[in-house]
């Protein structure tokens, strides 16, 4: 099966044999890709001209009914993509529902959200005397751009990297070309096919090119927006490029990241700590450790360390790990034989710094997989006893079910090792202690987009270290790529120029009969 680009509103495979999408746990090829022979420069040209012109005749409000629309095709077809997910990604059930449900509810809160929006433009702040009558002022506004939204995907959610890019993307009526992760190209390709088949959106306003992305880059206009998720190194490709450069092409990155979890001065068997261990599991089990998200590092006390060691290795010798047909499997397979290399390189690099407490076997027995052809990478939990002075723990992202944990002999330490991680996207603090806290999060607030924190009153209540919300900011300063995602309308700004019009009141009155206002951003 070769996957089907769909650009100026037409099916259009790709030249040549392509490249494969593999099951992980059988090794078995399921799909080809091929973006040769595509016309990227018209495909983009028709999807500004076509689709963001007639997305942005409707009002944000028709918009959001689309989204609604939407989200009622990828509902219908949720078996569907859990069985791809399965095929093309080893995903549990659980893995599959967290990036196929993920998107359908992403989709879900941006319709509502931009509902109300009965207006095609937004009007930013109060107006601004310009002269001492009045009769010269100026006034805020934030235009949707005239070109199209670039999704440049990663591998490891091919379902809610769409769709939490093009909620907000078309919300403002913005046209979109995706360019899903090769390895996993299949589910966003369904996806896409599904929503072109019901016909819900103007033609050119949804476009997927599968495979490589050629000279994607080359022909983008300043009228365009870039949104990259991915490893920081192609990233700097992306910024690089000298054409995104000279035409100043918007662009939004969501780079790699070591998050941390920190634990306070709460001893084993409290609730922080029992949270803390609970969730650290989840983090390295759920779609095996391949989310951007996930507790790469254990911040604990270093005479809570061993305890935590203890606890954190029990609850993993539970977890099965293995076919996710097998419905005791906890734990799937990494998505393609380059990852799990590059995940058990990654875990040598952590292992000549921090000792293996837990797994790290490279040659363990999956349940119901052949060890040769499947990409399974065990659960592995390592301790480094002085992480202020190892590099490898704060600086190497092993993009699999692999955490270490780092000891620290007094808050401040605490704070100085969950910076190290050179700006990460969320960082979550288990404690009662008030103080500690506090001064945590303040201390670790501009070297992190997110901060989740968990104690006692909060309890199970608390939405999960990696879980990403809709309403809340997703995103990271430095390492983790500078950008912002999400965070319920504030979304729009990425797809959005300001200006202003400074004129007299009636210019201005006029205008703002079209802007809704933008207190919500
Ligand atoms: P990747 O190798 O950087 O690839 C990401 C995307 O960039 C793919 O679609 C890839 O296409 C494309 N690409 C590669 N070279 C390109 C070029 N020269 N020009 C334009 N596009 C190019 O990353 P990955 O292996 O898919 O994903 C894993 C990484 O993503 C991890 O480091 C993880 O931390 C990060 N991640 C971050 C977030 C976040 O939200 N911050 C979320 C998920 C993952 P091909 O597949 O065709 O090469």
Redesign the pocket.
């Known amino acids: 099966m070769k996957l089907a680009n769909y650009i100026c509103g037409e099916w259009k495979q790709g030249d040549g044999d392509g490249q494969a999408l593999v099951d992980p746990v059988t090794g078995e090829q399921v799909a080809t890709v091929s973006s040769h022979g595509i016309d990227v420069r018209r495909a983009l040209d028709y999807a500004r001209r076509q689709g963001t012109s007639a997305l942005q005749q409707l009002t944000y409000s028709q918009r959001a009914d689309l989204l609604g629309k939407v989200a009622e095709v990828l509902s219908a077809n949720r078996a569907e993509y859990f069985e791809i997910s399965k095929k093309n990604l080893g995903a549990t059930e659980a893995d599959a529902s967290f990036d196929v449900d993920g998107a359908i509810y992403t989709l879900k809160v941006y319709a509502k959200l931009g509902k109300p929006l009965e207006g095609k433009l937004i009007k930013e702040g109060a107006t601004i005397p310009l002269s001492k009558t009045g009769v010269f002022q100026a006034q805020h506004f934030l235009n949707p751009l005239s070109g199209v939204a670039v999704f440049?995907?990663?591998?490891?959610?091919p379902a809610w990297g769409l769709w939490e890019k093009a909620a907000p993307a078309l919300l403002s009526g913005m046209a979109i070309l995706v360019?899903?992760?090769?390895?996993t190209a299949w589910l966003t390709q369904r996806m896409v096919e599904d929503v072109v088949k019901a016909g819900i959106l103007p033609q050119g306003a949804i476009s997927i090119l599968c495979?490589?992305?050629r000279d994607?880059?080359d022909h983008l206009t300043e009228d365009d927006v870039i949104s990259f998720?991915?490893?920081a190194?192609?990233a700097q490709?992306?910024r690089t490029n000298p054409n995104v450069v000279s035409r100043s092409v918007r662009t939004n990155i969501?780079?790699?990241?070591l998050n941390a979890a920190i634990l306070g001065p709460d001893a084993p068997g409290t609730p922080p700590f029992d949270l803390l261990v609970k969730e650290v599991v989840r983090e390295m089990t759920l779609k095996a450790g391949q989310k951007?998200t996930a507790i790469r590092r254990i911040i604990a006390p270093r005479q809570t360390a061993a305890a935590l060691a203890e606890a954190i290795s029990a609850k993993l010798a539970t977890v099965r790990v293995g076919n996710p047909k097998n419905a005791e499997v906890k734990c799937g397979p990494l998505v393609n034989k380059a990852q799990q290399k590059s995940a058990l390189e990654g875990l040598s690099h952590l292992a000549r710094e921090a000792k293996v407490v837990f797994g790290g076997d490279p040659n363990f027995q999956p349940i119901d997989a052949d060890r040769a052809t499947s990409c399974f990478v065990q659960p592995t939990l390592l301790l480094c006893e002085k992480p202020l002075q190892s590099h490898a723990v704060n600086e190497v992202?092993v993009?699999g079910p692999v955490t270490t944990i780092l000891p620290y002999d007094s808050t401040e330490e605490a704070i100085e090792l969950a910076r190290r991680g050179s700006g990460s996207?969320v960082a979550s603090v288990f404690s009662d202690d008030s103080s500690f806290k506090h001064q945590v999060t303040l201390g670790i607030a501009s070297a992190h987009g997110r901060i989740l924190v968990a104690d006692s009153a909060v309890g199970s209540n608390h939405t999960g270290h990696g879980n990403v919300i809709p309403t809340c900011l997703?995103g990271g300063p430095g390492r983790?790529?500078g950008g912002e995602e999400l965070a319920g309308l504030r979304a729009l700004h990425l797809y959005h120029r300001r200006f202003v019009v400074q004129a007299g009141p009636d210019v201005i009155a006029e205008i703002s009969k079209q802007a809704v206002d933008a207190s919500a951003l």
């Open positions: 440049i995907n990663a591998f490891n959610f360019k899903p992760a090769t390895p495979g490589s992305a994607l880059l998720t991915g490893s190194q192609t490709t992306i969501e780079a790699d990241s951007c992202e993009f996207l997703h983790a790529g």
